[in-house]
């Protein structure tokens, strides 16, 4: 019998899902071990300061992902050697103090803006970026990556803290981008949001998450009816100044599915009543926090038609009455209130709702 071809070997592997399979399979001999390299499509790193060792080996890799901290230097030794990658994931685990608080792990940079524009130029093919707590992630990074990667789909800016207006300006004239998340990009402003309801990116962005970015205002939040398509938009914790005007222009967005409101202190029934007449397709709403709601706004939702989820932790003025209303919309499976209302609902009204859909206490 011949020798098997790196060929046949690769389709054989085509069938080989389990890492450790694959593992037995390329310490057979020097060919299988190539071949197993040259058909491995994704990759976790664990040992960064390893990859000019055992990166060259996977020059075919779709998908790239650590958890730790890495380097500009490896981050563009991974461009050159993998440059047909689609999804990079950098999400940090930890955040630099927090390494720093459990092992002492001063010091050291983490990647920034090099690496990054490194792998935009390497790797065009990006579909999904992934950067959340990347602190030294700023501008440069962003609008190289939004430049050059014309295939970018999904966008995780969350935490980086140097990510500001500039590069929301290039992100807005992306034709692509249908995920984006700035949460606790706090230097984000109104000008931010009007350019991102005015670019070409208004035509395909589904999601946009907004939570932590204290700066902006009911002004910018009420440019964010132009994103045609969008679907789910967090905007918790964005502060005081966004009010009711803000929240009636957010109820103009018909197409929203997911919506979280949470700790938006000035917003009221107006708001809750106004999407729950207008958000037709809404299936999640969380209210959490939002003190100025009552009864009157969350009865709005008692003949919804595509409701599923409720979340009104830490909003307390809501009786029982209101809930029994709220559960006869026939699709909501799970209400979420606030633990300290437990001892003062019934036992008999909490089994009535369970018979409508879930309870949970927050």
């Known amino acids: ?164 207006d500039r590069a929301v300006e290039a992100i807005g004239c992306s034709n692509s981008i249908r995920v984006l998340n700035f949460e606790a990009c706090s230097l984000i402003t109104d000008h931010g949001l009007a350019v991102l309801a005015t670019g070409y990116i208004s035509k395909t962005l589904k999601k946009l998450v907004l939570a932590e970015c204290d700066r902006i205002t009911d002004s910018g939040v009420s440019m964010l009816k132009h994103i045609c398509c969008l679907e789910e938009l967090n905007l918790a914790e964005c502060g005081p100044k966004i009010t009711d005007s803000g929240g009636l222009a957010v109820s103009s967005l018909s197409s929203l599915k997911k919506l979280n409101l949470g700790w938006l202190i000035n917003l009221s029934d107006v708001t809750v009543i106004a999407i729950a007449n207008n958000c037709v397709k809404l299936v999640s709403i969380d209210l959490t926090g939002c003190e100025l709601v009552t009864g009157v706004g969350v009865r709005a939702f008692g003949n919804h038609g595509s409701l599923e989820y409720l979340v009104l932790a830490s909003c307390y003025n809501i009786c029982m009455n209101d809930l029994s209303i709220v559960v006869r919309c026939q699709s909501l499976r799970d209400i979420v209130l606030d633990k300290g209302l437990r001892m003062w609902i019934p036992m008999p009204m909490q089994v009535h709702i369970g018979k409508f859909c879930q309870l949970h206490w927050r």
Not at 1 to 26: C, T
Not at 44 to 65: A, C, G, K, S, T
């Open 1 to 164: 019998m011949s020798a098997l071809g790196d060929d046949e070997l690769s389709l054989v592997l085509k069938w080989v899902y389990d890492q450790n399979d694959r593992k037995s399979f390329s310490q057979v001999c020097k060919q299988w071990l190539r071949v197993e390299g040259l058909t491995r499509l994704s990759i976790r790193v664990l040992e960064p300061d390893l990859i000019p060792v055992f990166l060259p080996r996977f020059p075919n890799l779709l998908f790239f992902e650590t958890q730790v901290f890495i380097s500009n230097p490896h981050l563009e030794f991974v461009a050159k050697t993998c440059p047909k990658l689609q999804i990079l994931n950098l999400n940090l685990k930890k955040t630099l103090e927090e390494f720093e608080e459990l092992d002492g792990n001063s010091g050291f940079e983490d990647v920034g803006n090099d690496g990054i524009s490194a792998l935009a130029n390497g790797c065009p093919n990006l579909s999904k970026v992934l950067l959340r707590k990347r602190k030294n992630v700023a501008n440069f990074a962003v609008i190289s990556l939004a430049k050059l990667c014309r295939n970018l789909t999904t966008l995780d800016l969350g935490r980086c803290n140097l990510v500001d």
